[in-house]
C-alpha cells in the first residue's frame, strides 16, 4: 500500500478490510478470494463497464444502497459491499438471460447462464449463431495494446458488430491474435475483416503452404543460405531477383510491392512488369497499406499473385488466401518475405531522424539497419545513430509480433547472418524452390545462430507483451 493517507476501511460481504482508495470492487474481491464474474473486463485495459454481469450491491455512508458494476466502481471509506445476495442474482440472472437471448450458442454464455440457473432464454435472438456480446475488449486491446485500432464497432441497434473499417479486407491488422486471445466468447466477429493468427493458425498454414524441417523459432524451411544476386538491391538483391523470376517464368502475373513515392513516403503498388519490380528495389523501413490490394487484384479477375511483405503482413496475406481459396480455388498466391524486427511510422522517423542526427530523411538515398544502427545515406554520406534511439518512432502493433523471420512465406530474405552485400534467404516451400531455380546468384555463408538470435529477442518482446493480456483473460475465460 503506497502511503496509509490512501488507506480505506470498507465492507465486503461482512468482512472488514482495508484497502487503497479508487482500488475497484472487484480487485479488492479478488484479493479476498471473493469470486464475482465478469465477461468484459481484463486486468490488462482500461475498465469499460459494459456487460454488468461483474454487478454488486453497495451501500454508502448515508445507508443508501444500489447496484454498481463491481469492475469499474472506486472503492471509499464506509463503503459496504454485497457479492452475493437475492438482489445481486436476481440482476446478474436478468443480464445473462439477455446476453443469452442474444447468443443461445455461445458457450462461456451457456455455462454462466447455467450458474445462475438459466438453461435456455426465454426470448428469441435473430441469429442463433450470433456469438458475440458486444463487450468491446477485441477493439479496446488492439487499441490500447497493440496500438493499430484495426477494429471497431459499426451499425447501431440489433446490426451493431465488430468489423474492420467501411466492412473491408483491413490494411492495418497486424495479424497478432490479440483480439481472439482476449473474446470471451471465442466469436467469429473477431475474424471479419480482420486476422488474427494464433500459433495454431501458423502451425496450419504451414501445414497447407510449407514443407520442409520445422525450426522452433525460424519455422518450416528446406535450406538457409547466403546469396548474392546482380541486382543492386537494399543487401544481395534476392528478394527482386525472386519475384523477377517468378514473373518472367509465369508464376504469378501481378506483384505488390513496396515503392518510395515522395521523399521516403512508401507505398504498396501493383508491379505488372519486370520494370515495375525493380524499380521497387531497396528497404523502406515503415509498414505500408497492402493488404486491401490483395482483394483488388482478385476482384480484377487476377488468379496468380505475388507479395512481398514484413512477418505482419504474411500472416495477414496468408489468412486472406486461405478464406479467398474457398470461393477461388484456383488461386495462388506467392510470397516472398522480409525479416523484420520492427518497422517505423514515417512521420515519426522523419522527425526523430532530423532530431537525432540532423538530416532530412526524405532526401536519403538509402537507408539501412545494420549491427543495432539506423544508417542514413545522403550524397554518399552516412548518418547513423543507435537503432534502440529511434524507439519513439516504432510502429503500433511490432512489440506485439512475434515473427521476425516470415515463417509463413515460400521464401523469406534477410540481412542479418550473412555479409554486407549478401541476403540470408530461407526457402521453405516447393514455390520458393521454383522461384530460386531461375536465380543466378553466388553462395556466401552464412551465421544462423545470428538470425535465431534476433528471432528469439522478437519473440521474447511479444510473449512478455501478450503474459498479462493473457492472464487477463484467463480470469473470465476459466469459470
Ligand atoms: C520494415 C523492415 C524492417 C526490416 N528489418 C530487418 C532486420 O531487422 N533484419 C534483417 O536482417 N532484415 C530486415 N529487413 C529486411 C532487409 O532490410 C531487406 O529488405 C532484405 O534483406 C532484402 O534485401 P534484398 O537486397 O534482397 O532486397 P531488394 O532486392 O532490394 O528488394 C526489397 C524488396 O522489399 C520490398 N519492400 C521494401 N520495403 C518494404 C516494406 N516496408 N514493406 C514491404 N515490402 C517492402 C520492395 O518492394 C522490394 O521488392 C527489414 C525490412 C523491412 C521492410
Ligand atoms: S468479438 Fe468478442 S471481444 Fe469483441 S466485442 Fe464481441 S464478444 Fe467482445
Ligand atoms: S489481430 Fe491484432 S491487429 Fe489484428 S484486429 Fe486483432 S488485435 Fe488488432
Ligand atoms: S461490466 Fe464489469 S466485467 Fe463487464
Known sequence: MEGSEKEITMKIDGIEVNAVKGTSIYDVAKKLGIKIPTLCHNEALEPFGSCRVCSVE????RGRKKIVTSCNYPVFDG????????????????????????????????????EYKIERPSLWTGDPEEDCILCGLCTRVCDEKVGVFAINFANRGVEREVTAPYHTISDDCVGCGACAIVCPTDSKKVRVNTYPMLEEDILEAEEQFLNG?????????????????SIDGQDGGMATALLLSGFENGLFDA?????RTVGYKAEAIIAESADDILNARGTKYSRVKMMSKIGELVENGKRKIAFVGTPCEIRTGRKIQQQLLSKYPDLNITIVGLFCFEAFDYDNLKAETKKLLGVDLDKAEKTQIQKGKFIV???????????????????GGCAYCNDFAGRIADVSVGSVGSSDGYSTVIVRSDTGKRLLENVDYIKGDVNVEDVVKLAKFKKRRADKNFAPIIEGAQNYKEL
Do not use: M, W
Request: with cysteine; glycine share 2%; charged share 35%.
Open 213 to 229: 524441417t520445422r525450426h522452433e523459432l525460424l519455422g518450416v524451411y528446406k535450406e538457409i543460405f547466403a546469396a548474392k544476386s
Open 58 to 61: 453497495i451501500t454508502d455512508k
Open 377 to 395: 545515406q545522403i550524397d554518399g554520406k552516412e548518418y547513423s545513430a543507435k537503432v534502440k534511439e529511434f524507439h519513439d518512432a516504432i510502429q
Open 255 to 259: 506483384a505488390i510491392v513496396v515503392k
Open 79 to 114: 463503503l459496504e459491499v454485497e457479492t452475493k445476495n437475492e438482489k445481486v442474482f436476481r440482476t446478474r440472472q436478468l443480464l445473462l438471460e439477455l446476453l443469452l437471448a442474444r447468443c443461445p450458442n455461445a458457450k462461456k454464455i451457456q455455462d454462466l447462464a447455467r
